[in-house]
Nanobody, 126 residues
Framework: QVQLVESGGGLVQAGGSLRVSCAAS????????AGWFRQGPGKEREFVAY????????YYADSVKGRFTISRDNAENTVYLQMNSLKPEDTAVYYC???????????????????WGQGTQVTVSS
């Protein structure tokens, strides 16, 4: 089983950019599909982005499509989320997650992921 540690969160002004990282340790990360989720104040955890283990398939929540980009470097065992044109409503704790088996139909559901990081806070000021 892999272990995940997020980093790169912080405070940014609206319209700015931020990249959060998720470093994996343990088993070979290249065999895992990866996802990013977020949980804003008083809100439920929601899907943000998905990337297949080979990197060939990506999916995004409508709210971030065109602004966020998920990518991975399997040689570095790291998944990234590049966030551009940030809005105050993007303020949340961002979590990365991984699973060895998932379908496209279920990749938006947090319950389908086996491994989670501790989260990193992203705050966007207006």
């Amino acid at each position: 089983q892999v272990q995940l540690v997020e980093s790169g969160g912080g405070l940014v002004q609206a319209g700015g950019s931020l990249r959060v990282s998720c470093a994996a340790s343990g088993r070979t990360f290249s065999s895992y599909h990866a996802g990013w989720f977020r949980q804003g104040p008083g809100k439920e955890r929601e899907f943000v982005a998905y990337l297949s283990r080979g990197g060939g398939s990506t999916y995004y929540a409508d709210s971030v499509k065109g602004r966020f980009t998920i990518s991975r470097d399997n040689a570095e065992n790291t998944v990234y989320l590049q966030m551009n044109s940030l809005k105050p409503e993007d303020t949340a704790v961002y979590y990365c997650a991984a699973t060895s088996s998932i379908s496209i139909a279920t990749m938006k559901f947090a319950s389908r992921y086996d491994v989670w990081g501790q989260g990193t806070q992203v705050t966007v000021s207006s």
